[in-house]
């Protein structure tokens, strides 16, 4: 190889001092300038750098296209998207964009209950005056207090220009709006499903709505209603769900509680002229140990709910306590997800396995200190679509439990347990027992760990 006109032998016995000059001088295109038009040049270089360092500070950011604005400031915080508007009039014109008002949540937290941040109040009358009739997806996010929920109300009542399509009311602590006046919420709530006439997501848990709010809910958007989610709505009767069900046709995700559940719905929701549901999620919830009674849905309901809707996931949360659970797993369950929220006795753990061929996930939060092998490999067995399973205060033995992810298989998508879970054995140690799950499988497994503060 050579640089220039001489060889790397001939460079190598240059001195230190020369091979520099020379290579110096190489770069330079063999050019050899003296020392003041260096300086000239070098002086030129940085005036031309800083006419461009200063163009693109005064023109660049300032005249970026507004679509390019617009979606840097989707992913900005609602504050940091307030300053943001003040910097230049392209940037605020931004800022009111119908696009960027299309998605919002209030949050409405009170300093004195809530370490998180509200939304300003002058930014809310803001909305309210100039985007009211931009929002079409609301949610309400407040906190245990009553001044929140009535902030809420207080906003709803003047989105008489609103269109929405989703709407959904989140407590983020116990439900405030239930310590309102029940006509306060309604009137409040009324307005939207008055004025919106295409709803259709609603969430309105923890709620005093009632069934003549879910009338005019109905009168208003039948046509376009997929999703109502009303867990612990004690104003709701099962004659309000029915004529949820018998006139929102397009109705495809259903979320109530177990006392609502009535084999009269499930029949309903059966019926030809009424959608196939895609979700019907149940909560059964005991808030005091023997006071609540609990019904018991015909088997021949269920059936004729699942002819009709044979692909429903049927989603089941279970917060009841142990003698409590009778009604419920004495004959064939289509449910498809179980949660248990509270102990579970072995007895009931076994039933599961008999009744719920259709079962994909199952939780349990917690047993006792029965080992639940025998009840693991029934479930196993029986329920064929089984790909999801986590354990958390319970007891399995290792060889029980690799025996059940073997039979199980490479199905298993997600399998949590926590290492507490799993009793070692003349079999497999827990330094082993990762190898053995690992290997049905076709992944490498552990067990959860308790983290260590």
């Not at 709803?156 to 929405?164: A, E």
């Amino acid at each position: 190889m050579n640089f220039g006109f001489l060889s790397i032998q001939q460079l190598s016995r240059m001195g230190k001092k020369k091979r520099f000059v020379f290579l110096t001088r190489m770069k330079r295109g063999g050019r050899d300038t003296d020392q003041n038009s260096s300086e000239e040049g070098t002086a030129e270089k940085f005036k031309k750098l800083r006419t461009t360092n200063a163009h693109s500070q005064t023109c660049d950011w300032g005249n970026l296209l507004q679509d390019i604005i617009l979606q840097v400031f989707k992913y900005l915080p609602l504050l940091d998207r307030a300053h943001a508007s003040q910097v230049c009039r392209n940037w605020n014109q931004v800022f009111h964009m119908p696009d960027l008002w299309r998605c919002f949540e209030f949050e409405l937290n009170q300093p004195a209950t809530s370490y998180l941040k509200a939304t300003h109040p002058e930014l809310i009358k803001q909305i309210i005056k100039r985007h009211s009739n931009h929002l079409q997806y609301v949610s309400f996010k407040v906190d245990s207090s009553k001044e929140s929920a009535e902030a809420a109300c207080d906003i709803l009542s003047q989105l008489v220009n609103c269109s929405l399509k989703t709407l959904g009311l989140i407590s983020t602590a116990r439900p405030s709006f239930m310590d309102l006046p029940k006509s306060h919420f309604i009137s409040a709530l009324t307005v939207v499903f008055v004025n919106s006439k295409s709803l259709s997501s609603l969430k309105i848990d923890d709620t005093p709505v009632d069934d003549p709010s879910l009338k005019v809910l109905v009168a208003n958007n039948s046509d376009t209603l997929k999703l109502l989610k009303m867990s612990s709505c004690p104003h709701v009767s099962p004659a309000g769900i029915l004529c949820v069900a018998d006139q929102c046709h397009g109705l495809r995700e259903l979320a109530l509680n177990y006392h609502l559940l009535s084999d009269e719905l499930l029949l309903a929701l059966s019926s030809e002229k009424h959608v196939r549901l895609e979700h019907l999620r149940i909560d059964v919830v005991s808030e005091n140990p023997g006071q609540t009674h609990f019904h018991t849905i015909q088997k021949s309901s269920w059936d004729a709910f699942i002819r009709h809707s044979p692909k429903v996931n049927l989603v089941m949360y279970f917060f009841l306590y142990e003698e409590e659970f009778d009604p419920f797993f004495r004959y064939e369950t289509p449910a498809t997800h179980l949660y248990f929220g509270r102990s579970v006795s072995k007895d009931v753990l076994g039933r599961v396995g008999m009744t719920c061929p259709r079962l994909v996930e199952l939780v349990v939060c917690a047993n006792g200190l029965r080992p639940l092998d025998e009840e693991l490999i029934r479930i196993a067995e029986r329920c064929k679509n089984l790909s999801a399973i986590g354990l958390g205060e319970c007891e399995v033995s290792c060889s029980a439990f690799v025996e059940f992810v073997k039979m199980c298989g490479g199905r298993l998508s997600q399998l949590s347990i926590m290492e507490e879970v799993l009793i070692p054995d003349q079999k497999y140690s827990l330094e082993q027992i990762h190898w053995e799950v690992s290997k049905y499988l076709g992944r490498v497994w552990f067990p959860d760990m308790m983290p260590t503060w």
